[in-house]
């Protein structure tokens, strides 16, 4: 098993990307990002410190449109594609007030 | 057809007939659209009729990637989380080539959400190279390359993020085109890589694909990336050849091209120069890192954009009794394996660094 990347890291990780995964796909995963950050090493070892960092390569700014009503999407034919909706809302399950 | 001695039903039909006798071996669609585009070429015939104006691609069979969206008719990205789906909204492409008098003739197959350089990796199977069918067609838009070269459509769109147009063009002997980043509005292609992706065309000839940018491309307000001047018209400066263009010619590419590739991309330069343009040479030693760059920032953009397929607003649920666990249930039944695989690599590369806080836990 690997140095740079663990099973528990890779559960660590499905949980923050709410992905079920099996423990057959824990050890495949763990292999592949291995292997992926090894191939990474080799951008670790650029001399980067006096390079300022560049979060965006366009030199882009907010762009705010004139404050008037549009037409917006018809709110009958997006909840007719949702999964479930109730009463003019997508319904979910319950997020508060489980223990598990 | 403008001229009326051409009918757009005509044209549609021949398409239809070429997918009815080929489509079954090649794959190249998710949907083919017979209905509606036979009524679309009846309504371009009749604009003729009337003496209107039918649009600069009136009648042009069009095959679009299925990562496109398309008001009530099924948009996949080649997945089963979205399939059924049906889009309340038309991508600004889709809305800009009906005005155009253009005529969709299908959605076409891709590696499941543009993650691929095959067409092998979608949920709906592979599609195959017309030219050669024991061979793939490239991907990840191997569906339009592959609609093109077969003949199923005059013309296609596809999208590219690193290399989903230009290399499924070339395995299937097309012309194709990632344009500028900026140049044709996002808005309605559903994203792999926001800093990456963009629309661009799949022809058989260059002119061609002049001709889809300039109906494409242009500023869209719903597309805060896209570039807002006006672009000059691609089709008119066509035939201003490339005199006193310098063209550079990057010397330090990375190694493991095929000799034949850069053989006939040495021909080009001699084409070009030959043409009057000046060839200088470049060097760019950031592409040594270009792939390793590309593989942290798409699945970084990735595994964030990706996240809104949680079951809650369209597409596949799978219940549970609490919403975290009905996401990550949804989730996992939802995306196959290579997109789970680049969800998970965008996830550790963007949580490098993140301590979960003691109030909120692991959940």
Redesign the interface.
């Known amino acids: 098993m690997s140095d740079r990347?663990t099973a528990a890291?890779?559960v660590?990780?499905?949980?923050?990307?709410?992905?079920?995964?099996t423990p057959e796909?824990i050890e495949r995963?763990t292999g592949?990002?291995d292997g992926?950050l090894e191939?990474?090493a080799?951008?670790d070892a650029?001399q980067l410190e006096h390079v300022a960092p560049m979060t965006?390569p366009?030199p882009?700014q907010?762009?705010f449109?004139d404050d008037v009503v549009e037409v917006g999407?018809?709110h009958d034919?997006?909840l007719?594609?949702?999964?479930?909706a109730e009463d003019g809302r997508?319904r979910?399950?319950?997020?508060i007030g489980?223990d598990? | 057809m403008r001229s009326g001695s051409l009918k757009a039903v005509d044209v549609v039909e021949a398409h239809l007939a070429r997918i009815a006798a080929r489509e079954g071996e090649i794959h190249a669609f998710n949907l083919v659209l017979a209905d509606e585009a036979r009524a679309r070429a009846a309504a371009v015939d009749a604009a003729v009729a009337a003496g209107n104006d039918p649009g600069p691609l009136a009648g042009v069979p069009i095959a679009l990637k299925d990562n496109m969206c398309t008001r009530g008719i099924p948009t996949t990205c080649s997945s089963k989380i979205l399939a059924g789906?049906?889009?309340?909204?038309d991508a600004t492409v889709v809305s800009k080539l009906a005005a155009a008098g253009a005529v969709t003739i299908g959605k076409t197959n891709l590696d499941e959400f543009a993650m691929g350089s095959s067409t092998e990796n979608s949920a709906f199977g592979p599609t195959r190279n017309p030219h050669d069918l024991s061979r793939v067609p490239g991907g990840s838009s191997g569906g339009s390359a592959a609609a093109v070269a077969a003949g199923f459509a005059s013309v296609g769109l596809g999208s590219d993020t690193g290399g989903s147009i230009r290399q499924p063009a070339a395995l299937c002997g097309v012309v194709g085109v990632k344009p500028t980043?900026?140049y044709v509005s996002r808005y309605g292609l559903i994203a792999f890589a926001s800093?990456l992706d963009q629309i661009g065309p799949f022809t058989t000839t260059v002119y061609d694909s002049a001709l889809l940018l300039d109906v494409i491309g242009g500023h869209d307000?719903m597309d805060?990336?896209s570039i807002p001047v006006p672009h000059p018209s691609l089709v008119q400066v066509l035939d201003r050849g490339v005199e006193g263009v310098r063209v550079g010619r990057i010397t330090d590419l990375p190694a493991g091209a095929d000799p034949d590739v850069l053989e006939r991309l040495e021909a080009a330069f001699d084409a070009l120069r030959e043409a009057g343009a000046t060839i200088v040479d470049v060097q760019v030693p950031a592409f040594a890192?270009a792939l390793?760059?590309y593989?942290?920032i798409a699945p970084a953009e990735a595994?964030s954009n990706l996240?809104r397929f949680?079951?809650?607003?369209?597409?596949?649920?799978v219940?549970?009794?609490?919403?975290?666990?009905?996401?990550?249930?949804t989730?996992?039944a939802g995306?196959g394996d290579e997109v789970?695989?680049r969800?998970?690599?965008g996830?550790?590369a963007l949580?490098a660094g993140?301590y979960t806080t003691p109030t909120t836990g692991?959940?």
Not at chain 2, 85 to 89: C, Q
Not at chain 2, 310 to 317: A, Q, S
């Open positions: 990347i890291d890779v660590k990780v499905a949980k923050l990307a709410r992905l079920d995964v796909e995963i592949q990002l992926m191939h990474f080799d951008m650029l965006q366009y882009l907010n762009v449109r999407l018809d034919e997006v007719a594609a949702a999964p479930q997508f979910v399950p319950p997020i489980l598990s | 789906w049906k889009p309340p909204y980043y900026g800093s307000p805060s990336t890192y390793t760059a593989y942290l595994s996240a949680d079951g809650v607003r369209y597409g596949l649920r219940d549970s009794n609490d919403t975290n666990a009905m996401y990550s249930a989730r996992a995306f789970k695989r969800i998970m690599l996830t550790y949580s993140y692991e959940r």
